[in-house]
């Protein structure tokens, strides 16, 4: 039997740009400029039309009160993205990546589905932005803004072909906009220096609650944590330790720069609410009330104007990073490639159908308590996403050296420990709310919330004891990572050449063992064929350095050795390409095998039509027989 140390293959974090960008300058600002990027796209998250609706009511509910949320929760979210980041950089693992090869499946499936309507949250407030902003620019009608908005899905697509420093550049150009804009609004609001002053003070009383924790969720946004760990991936960096130390610095800069410059864009909006609207006493219900009163109260429409605009590049520039967190909960979590096009069009469609109903049901006027409503969903998908960070982030297996030192661990649980306890006080305040509304069907209320509570109660312990349960508990659910066994003694026709297409998943196991066993029967030379897809690959070819390739290279190396140690010759060919079904093709026209043997994945047609099917499109470009093995095992005598 034929044994060979499995590597665990997921694919890339954002494979079209994986390891895109070059760091190895001779001068340092290159080098800066190099790694600036990943939190910028981050940063928008931090400046969505979800944080000026809470910005906005913290402000002219509560005045200068709550500024001190604004400063605490971007602290926290620091210390959270460099965690991010250096997770990314060290493990090569984003984090969905990581919870997928730690937990077993029955934790990692609600946990994707809380991300997914995270994501989904933070989109609705991205898109709501975008259409309010269109309705008071054009006075287009809010729910045909919503509808308009899912044509932003065609730019993400042409951005995603161009490479990720021009969508890094774009988004930079905006933030640049949005941050004018607001320089405008707060020197014509002129506000008391004392006053800010005094909002650094920590205070909190029942009524702010809400909005504090609404504040915090958007602020620490949890698919920003998924989205960093990936995007820190785009930088090809070397193996070595100092290059990974370097890269950890430079993105600490980064994220410094990049969340301080978010922090004066929430800031600027909670210190113009509370300067044009708390000191007169008006209760704003909605932004556009805001956009209209921002005029007359500062003496110019240059002040309304400014709003929308920074309003429309928000919704905008923050819909793609949230498209792309998309794309990474749902490859990381379920190891599920689908097209790009369709993949960002579902994300958009999350967030558009609730939308579209709530102003279509409710009218134009709900759309303010929805952004809030978000954000909310948002800080209570936190801990989600902050315990199993720290967790991965301070092993020492996983990071070596570049595990988190003693204090860095007091403080990501101190946060963890706020986000957690502020969330159980909203959670037990609404319930009691819930449960006081409901008079006679109190009862129904706790039908209906208690099997969740205590569903997300219990993944919430998992998540948190996980590194301490037994190893036997540890292992539910999880896969084993077996050896490839090879059959002996075959009884099918002969082939002397045969070519095996492999893809770094667990079907290889099964179309590798059925390839070996006809060749160590009948003497047949066999021909190991992967195809790299990612861009570096593409352009630097065997001069690729990244984690994924060299462990590619691994991969085949070692099933080739274990082959050749049995008996079979074998030869293993990698090359670099974005379609691999042209280059398999093109690659047996080249051997001329007698047979191909692939792997299937159990797709349907409709699967097909999403993820492309290889199989078809080599059977029908070759003239030799091409024996497909399914995902399940070698066809049984018969079949």
Same mark, same amino acid.
């Given at each position: 039997?034929?044994?060979?140390?499995?590597?665990?293959?997921?694919?890339?974090?954002?494979?079209?740009?994986?390891?895109?960008?070059?760091?190895?300058?001779?001068?340092?600002?290159?080098?800066?400029?190099?790694?600036?990027?990943?939190?910028?796209?981050?940063?928008?998250?931090?400046?969505?039309?979800?944080?000026?609706?809470?910005?906005?009511?913290?402000?002219?509910?509560?005045?200068?009160?709550?500024l001190?949320v604004?400063?605490?929760?971007?602290l926290?979210?620091?210390?959270?993205?460099?965690?991010?980041?250096?997770?990314?950089?060290?493990?090569? +693992?984003?984090?969905?990546?990581?919870?997928?090869?730690?937990?077993?499946s029955?934790i990692?499936?609600?946990?994707?589905?809380?991300?997914?309507?995270?994501?989904?949250?933070?989109?609705?407030?991205?898109?709501?932005?975008?259409?309010?902003?269109?309705?008071?620019?054009?006075?287009?009608?809010?729910?045909?803004?919503?509808?308009?908005?899912?044509?932003?899905?065609?730019?993400?697509?042409?951005?995603?072909?161009?490479?990720?420093?021009?969508?890094?550049?774009?988004?930079?150009?905006?933030?640049?906009?949005?941050?004018?804009?607001?320089?405008?609004?707060?020197?014509?609001?002129?506000?008391?220096?004392?006053e800010?002053?005094?909002?650094?003070?920590?205070?909190?009383?029942?009524?702010?609650?809400?909005?504090?924790? %609404?504040?915090?969720?958007?602020?620490?946004?949890?698919?920003?944590?998924?989205l960093?760990?990936?995007?820190?991936?785009?930088?090809?960096?070397?193996?070595?330790?100092?290059?990974?130390? +370097?890269?950890?610095?430079?993105?600490?800069?980064?994220? %410094?720069?990049?969340?301080?410059?978010?922090l004066?864009?929430?800031? %600027?909006?909670?210190?113009?609410?509370?300067?044009?609207?708390?000191?007169?006493?008006?209760?704003?219900?909605?932004?556009?009330?805001?956009?209209?009163?921002?005029?007359?109260?500062?003496?110019?429409? %240059?002040?309304?104007?400014?709003?929308?605009?920074?309003?429309?590049?928000?919704?905008?520039?923050?819909?793609?990073?949230?498209?792309?967190?998309?794309?990474?909960?749902?490859?990381?979590?379920?190891?599920?490639?689908?097209?790009?096009?369709?993949?960002?069009?579902?994300?958009?469609?999350?967030?558009?159908?609730?939308?579209?109903?709530?102003?279509?049901?409710?009218?134009?006027?709900?759309?303010?308590?929805?952004?809030?409503?978000?954000?909310?969903?948002?800080?209570?998908?936190?801990?989600?996403?902050?315990?199993?960070?720290?967790?991965?982030?301070?092993?020492?297996?996983?990071?070596?050296?570049?595990?988190?030192p003693?204090?860095?661990?007091?403080?990501?649980?101190?946060?963890?420990g706020?986000? !957690?306890?502020?969330?159980?006080?909203?959670?037990?305040?609404?319930?009691?709310?819930?449960?006081?509304?409901?008079?006679?069907?109190?009862?129904?209320?706790?039908?209906?919330?208690?099997?969740?509570a205590?569903?997300?109660?219990?993944?919430?312990?998992w998540?948190?004891?996980?590194?301490?349960?037994?190893?036997?508990? +540890?292992?539910?659910?999880?896969?084993?990572?077996?050896?490839?066994?090879v059959?002996?003694?075959?009884?099918?026709?002969?082939?002397?050449?045969?070519?095996?297409?492999?893809?770094?998943?667990?079907?290889?196991?099964?179309?590798v063992?059925?390839?070996?066993?006809?060749a160590?029967?009948?003497?047949?030379?066999?021909?190991?064929?992967? !195809?790299?897809?990612d861009?570096?690959?593409?352009?630097?070819?065997?001069?690729?350095?990244?984690?994924?390739?060299?462990?590619?290279?691994?991969y085949?190396?070692?099933?080739?050795?274990?082959? +050749?140690?049995?008996?079979?010759?074998?030869?293993?060919?990698?090359?670099?390409?974005?379609?691999?079904?042209?280059?398999?093709?093109?690659?047996?026209?080249?051997?001329?095998?007698?047979?191909?043997?692939?792997?299937a994945?159990?797709?349907?047609?409709?699967?097909?039509?999403?993820?492309?099917?290889?199989?078809?499109?080599?059977?029908?470009?070759?003239?030799?027989?091409?024996?497909?093995?399914?995902?399940?095992?070698?066809?049984?005598?018969?079949?």
């Amino acid at each position: 039997m034929i044994r060979t140390r499995p590597i665990p293959r997921r694919p890339r974090s954002l494979p079209e740009v994986h390891g895109s960008v070059a760091t190895t300058h001779p001068s340092l600002w290159r080098r800066m400029f190099a790694f600036a990027g990943p939190a910028y796209l981050v940063s928008v998250g931090y400046m969505d039309p979800g944080n000026w609706a809470t910005d906005l009511a913290g402000g002219a509910r509560f005045g200068y009160q709550l500024l001190w949320v604004l400063v605490m929760s971007n602290l926290m979210a620091l210390l959270l993205q460099t965690m991010s980041a250096r997770l990314g950089i060290v493990a090569g +693992r984003d984090l969905a990546q990581a919870c997928a090869e730690t937990y077993p499946s029955f934790i990692n499936l609600p946990l994707w589905v809380l991300c997914e309507i995270a994501i989904a949250a933070c989109d609705l407030a991205e898109l709501l932005g975008a259409a309010i902003a269109l309705n008071l620019l054009f006075g287009l009608p809010v729910l045909w803004g919503i509808l308009l908005t899912a044509a932003d899905t065609l730019l993400l697509v042409g951005l995603s072909h161009s490479g990720i420093r021009w969508m890094e550049g774009l988004v930079l150009s905006l933030i640049t906009v949005i941050a004018g804009c607001f320089f405008i609004e707060i020197c014509l609001a002129k506000p008391p220096l004392s006053e800010l002053a005094r909002g650094l003070v920590p205070r909190l009383s029942p009524d702010s609650l809400y909005v504090a924790i %609404a504040m915090l969720g958007a602020t620490v946004m949890p698919h920003n944590l998924y989205l960093h760990s990936a995007l820190v991936q785009t930088r090809r960096i070397g193996r070595s330790t100092e290059d990974k130390r +370097r890269a950890c610095r430079y993105n600490l800069l980064d994220s %410094a720069l990049a969340l301080n410059g978010a922090l004066a864009v929430n800031a %600027a909006i909670l210190v113009l609410a509370a300067s044009v609207f708390f000191k007169r006493g008006i209760v704003v219900s909605e932004i556009q009330q805001a956009h209209q009163l921002l005029a007359p109260l500062l003496g110019t429409s %240059a002040a309304s104007a400014a709003f929308a605009i920074a309003l429309l590049l928000s919704g905008q520039s923050s819909t793609m990073t949230g498209t792309m967190a998309g794309q990474i909960v749902m490859e990381g979590f379920l190891n599920i490639r689908l097209r790009p096009w369709l993949r960002r069009l579902i994300t958009r469609l999350l967030a558009i159908v609730p939308a579209a109903l709530t102003v279509a049901l409710s009218g134009e006027q709900a759309t303010f308590g929805l952004l809030i409503l978000s954000q909310v969903i948002l800080s209570l998908q936190l801990p989600f996403a902050i315990i199993p960070l720290v967790h991965f982030t301070s092993d020492r297996q996983r990071m070596g050296v570049f595990a988190n030192p003693g204090w860095v661990r007091l403080l990501a649980w101190v946060i963890a420990g706020i986000v !957690v306890g502020l969330n159980l006080r909203l959670v037990a305040e609404t319930f009691q709310g819930w449960l006081a509304a409901a008079g006679s069907r109190r009862w129904l209320v706790e039908l209906l919330t208690m099997p969740l509570a205590l569903g997300l109660g219990a993944l919430l312990a998992w998540v948190s004891l996980e590194p301490w349960l037994p190893a036997r508990v +540890r292992r539910w659910g999880r896969p084993e990572l077996v050896s490839l066994p090879v059959a002996l003694e075959p009884r099918l026709p002969a082939y002397r050449r045969i070519l095996v297409p492999v893809d770094h998943t667990e079907v290889d196991q099964q179309t590798v063992s059925l390839a070996a066993g006809l060749a160590r029967e009948h003497g047949s030379k066999l021909y190991l064929l992967h !195809v790299e897809e990612d861009i570096t690959s593409q352009l630097y070819g065997d001069l690729s350095q990244t984690i994924e390739v060299e462990a590619g290279r691994q991969y085949l190396e070692e099933i080739t050795e274990a082959l +050749r140690e049995h008996g079979v010759e074998a030869q293993a060919v990698l090359v670099y390409s974005r379609d691999p079904r042209r280059e398999i093709v093109r690659f047996a026209r080249q051997v001329r095998p007698d047979l191909v043997v692939m792997g299937a994945h159990g797709h349907k047609w409709f699967q097909d039509l999403v993820f492309g099917d290889t199989i078809d499109a080599v059977r029908h470009a070759l003239g030799v027989p091409v024996l497909i093995v399914p995902e399940a095992g070698p066809p049984s005598p018969g079949q």
